[in-house]
T-cell receptor, first 110, second 114 residues
Framework: GIQVEQSPPDLILQEGANSTLRCNFSDSVNNLQWFHQNPWGQLINLFY???GTKQNGRLSATTVATERYSLLYISSSQTTDSGVYFCAVEITGANSKLTFGKGITLSVRP | DSGVTQTPKHLITATGQRVTLRCSPR?????VYWYQQSLDQGLQFLIQ???????AKGNILERFSAQQFPDLHSELNLSSLELGDSALYFC?????????????FGPGTRLTVL
């Protein structure tokens, strides 16, 4: 099946710092989504980004489908950004299930 | 708030028991997905329904079953529960059941099997 690898596995930042989270995937995809899982376990949709670039406030994401990777940028990080960030993909031509990476645990310190 | 609702939020039960998890999709969404998040397996797809019909199956155990009702809400039934079934169960929904469509996730049901 498709492989979804996220890096780095853990990230510790000082409040105000910027960061880049990476997602590599091994096959052609129809859909790519980034999620933030907060400390209460809720999965928050950040971006639906099968290709191209999107921005939402301090967050932005870029997917280069031809090279099979996506990047999530967090600027001016805040303590509320802490949690686990997941990348999930849907393989082209298969059913519409999402395959998740293992996640990146981000801790932002005040 | 994604618009997807799940009940209950928490469920504590004993081994061997049976439980039912409920999901209501976003208004207008026809497709419902169930996912399981456990410590050892991560987040994995269980099953998908589209407009009342099963559309795709993932790593769902035979002890588990699901259905989608005419009002489009869905239920996931877990029976003969084992300790290893303890996990966070998410429901997601999308407008259609075909590929390339964004999925929106509910808040999850945390199941603890003692």
């Amino acid at each position: 099946g498709i492989q979804v690898e996220q890096s780095p596995p853990d990230l510790i930042l000082q409040e105000g710092a910027n960061s880049t989270l990476r997602c590599n995937f091994s096959d052609s995809v129809n859909n790519l989504q980034w999620f933030h899982q907060n400390p209460w376990g809720q999965l928050i949709n950040l971006f639906y980004i099968p290709s191209g670039t999107k921005q939402n406030g301090r967050l932005s994401a870029t997917t280069v489908a031809t090279e099979r990777y996506s990047l999530l940028y967090i600027s001016s990080s805040q303590t509320t950004d802490s949690g686990v960030y997941f990348c999930a993909v849907e393989i082209t031509g298969a059913n519409s299930k999402l395959t998740f990476g293992k996640g990146i645990t981000l801790s932002v310190r005040p | 708030d994604s618009g997807v609702t799940q009940t209950p939020k928490h469920l504590i039960t004993a081994t061997g028991q049976r439980v039912t998890l409920r999901c209501s999709p976003r208004s207008g969404d026809l497709s419902v997905y169930w996912y399981q998040q456990s410590l050892d397996q991560g987040l994995q797809f269980l099953i998908q329904y589209y407009n009342g019909e099963e559309r795709a199956k993932g790593n769902i155990l035979e002890r588990f079953s699901a259905q989608q009702f005419p009002d489009l809400h869905s239920e996931l039934n877990l029976s003969s529960l084992e300790l290893g079934d303890s996990a966070l169960y998410f429901c997601a929904s999308s407008v259609v059941g075909s590929g390339g469509i964004e999925q929106f996730f509910g808040p999850g049901t945390r199941l603890t099997v003692l």
